[in-house]
Nanobody, 124 residues
Framework: QVQLVESGGGLVQAGGSLRLSCAAS????????MGWFRQAPGKEREFVAA????????YYTDSVKGRFTISRDNAKNTVYLQMNSLKPEDTAHYYC?????????????????WGQGTQVTVSS
């Protein structure tokens, strides 16, 4: 069992930056691939980024490539999402998720554990 708690969301102007954190407890995070997803009002939850258990493989959705960076610190049991050059369309509730290691995936149904999320609002 893994418990995930996200933090770092907030209100930021377009072009600004935020760093989201996902702290895990219950089991060591190095046992899991990790992903970030987001959900805007009235839309389905969508994939943002994923990182393999070792950190050796990362994967981004096209709309955030070059702006967002996913990373992990297994010693701190924490995963991060650095978000730069934020746009109003990045506004959403951001969720951290964990899955047992496998070929890295953007499919949310493959992630077993989820946090409660943190809100990111980007003003124009």
């Amino acid at each position: 069992q893994v418990q995930l708690v996200e933090s770092g969301g907030g209100l930021v102007q377009a072009g600004g930056s935020l760093r989201l954190s996902c702290a895990a407890s219950g089991r060591i995070i190095s046992s899991y691939d990790m992903g970030w997803f987001r959900q805007a009002p009235g839309k389905e939850r969508e994939f943002v980024a994923a990182i393999s258990w070792s950190g050796g493989t990362v994967y981004y959705t096209d709309s955030v490539k070059g702006r967002f960076t996913i990373s992990r610190d297994n010693a701190k049991n924490t995963v991060y999402l650095q978000m730069n050059s934020l746009k109003p369309e990045d506004t959403a509730h951001y969720y951290c998720a964990a899955r047992t290691p496998a070929p890295i995936s953007r499919n949310r149904s493959e992630y077993r554990y989820w946090g409660q999320g943190t809100q990111v609002t980007v003003s124009s």
